[in-house]
């Protein structure tokens, strides 16, 4: 089962902003709006950020946003700040039945 | 305040069956708005979904792993359990369980590392 594409890093500069990436095809990503995105820091769990392609849990800042074009997902974050520095992954339902997640990307905060 | 924990016995020799059980507190196991699942994290690897769970026993499965997975649920304990068979060192990994709904997984246990080494 071969995961989703997301770039390996990104990076950018205190306040800044980024895009992470996700490519899937018309099974996953394209089809379905059960596209999530999830931060983890080193030796912890991952934390939802995103779910159902753009929407924000409670307690997560608006700084992150998520989107989607055909089967690219993408996700943003505004006003970079030290503490976004981790690795995020993208998840989404695949038919049938199935999820399947990224291959992570790790971002550094300059 | 939902809360998992993994539990697990750290060391699995290959070829043997790796058994992992998530206690869920905070919240019944038998909400009828959720699945419980099992996702893995190789070391310095990405996420990998293994297999989910519904309180009633319905079940769905990572076919990469080939029918060596084997998921149910105990209520009265609010728990549920994974079975991996047949391991081998491939399968050493942080093991993750968590809550989802509509494939979104927003609670997540600490993690349990599982070493398969002989």
């Known amino acids: ?110 | 305040q939902l809360q998992l924990q993994e539990s697990g016995p750290g060391l699995v020799k290959p070829p043997e069956t790796l058994s992992l059980t998530c206690t869920v507190s905070g919240g019944s196991i038998s909400s009828r708005s959720y699945y419980w699942g099992w996702i893995r994290q190789p070391p310095g690897k990405g996420l990998e979904w293994i297999a989910s769970i519904y309180y009633s026993g319905n079940t769905f499965n990572n076919p990469s792993l080939k029918g060596r997975v084997t998921i149910s649920v105990d209520t009265s304990k609010n728990q549920f359990s994974l079975k991996l068979s047949s391991v081998t060192a491939a399968d050493t990994a942080v093991y993750y369980c968590a809550r989802h709904g509509k494939w979104t997984f927003d609670y997540w246990g600490q993690g349990t590392l599982i070493t398969v080494s002989s």
């Open chain 1, 1 to 110: 089962q071969s995961a989703l594409t997301q770039p390996a890093s990104v990076s950018g500069s205190p306040g800044q902003s980024i895009t992470i990436s996700c490519t899937g095809t018309s099974s996953d990503v394209g089809d379905y709006n059960y596209v999530s995105w999830y931060q983890q820091h080193p030796g912890k769990a991952p934390k939802l950020m995103i779910y159902e392609v753009s929407n924000r849990p409670s307690g997560i800042s608006n700084r992150f946003s998520g989107s989607k074009s055909g089967n690219t997902a993408s996700l943003t974050i505004s006003g970079l700040q030290a503490e976004d520095e981790a690795d995020y992954y993208c998840s989404s339902y695949r038919s049938t039945n199935t999820q399947v997640f990224g291959g992570g990307t790790k971002l550094t905060v300059l």
